[in-house]
Nanobody, 115 residues
Framework: QVQFVESGGDLVQPGGSLRLSCAASGNSLSLYVMGWYRQVSGKQRGLVAT???????NYAASVRGRFTISRHNAENTVYLQMNKVKPEDTAVYFC?????????WGQGTQVTVSS
């Protein structure tokens, strides 16, 4: 089982940018489909973006064109570049593998978009 540690969350103004990082330990992520999720307090966790081992990506409609998921397999890290952020992007962001490789959910990293 892989462990994930999210970082990079911060307070950012609307229209600003932020890059989240997901560092993994335990096993290589090279063949895992990885995802970024977000959860608003009291709400269900939702999938934001995914990336396959080969680099194919998919995005939720709400973030498509603004967010970019990427991975650096050599350093066992997945990133989420957030551009033109909106107040509705405010949430705790988590990363995890999808499917059978899913690990335990970590603490996530808080992103707050506010003026």
């Amino acid at each position: 089982q892989v462990q994930f540690v999210e970082s990079g969350g911060d307070l950012v103004q609307p229209g600003g940018s932020l890059r989240l990082s997901c560092a993994a330990s335990g096993n290589s992520l090279s063949l895992y489909v990885m995802g970024w999720y977000r959860q608003v307090s009291g709400k269900q966790r939702g999938l934001v973006a995914t990336i396959t081992g080969g680099g194919s990506t998919n995005y939720a409609a709400s973030v498509r064109g603004r967010f970019t998921i990427s991975r650096h397999n050599a350093e066992n890290t997945v990133y989420l570049q957030m551009n033109k952020v909106k107040p509705e992007d405010t949430a705790v962001y988590f990363c995890n593998a999808l499917g059978v490789r899913e690990g335990a959910w970590g603490q996530g990293t808080q992103v707050t978009v506010s003026s």
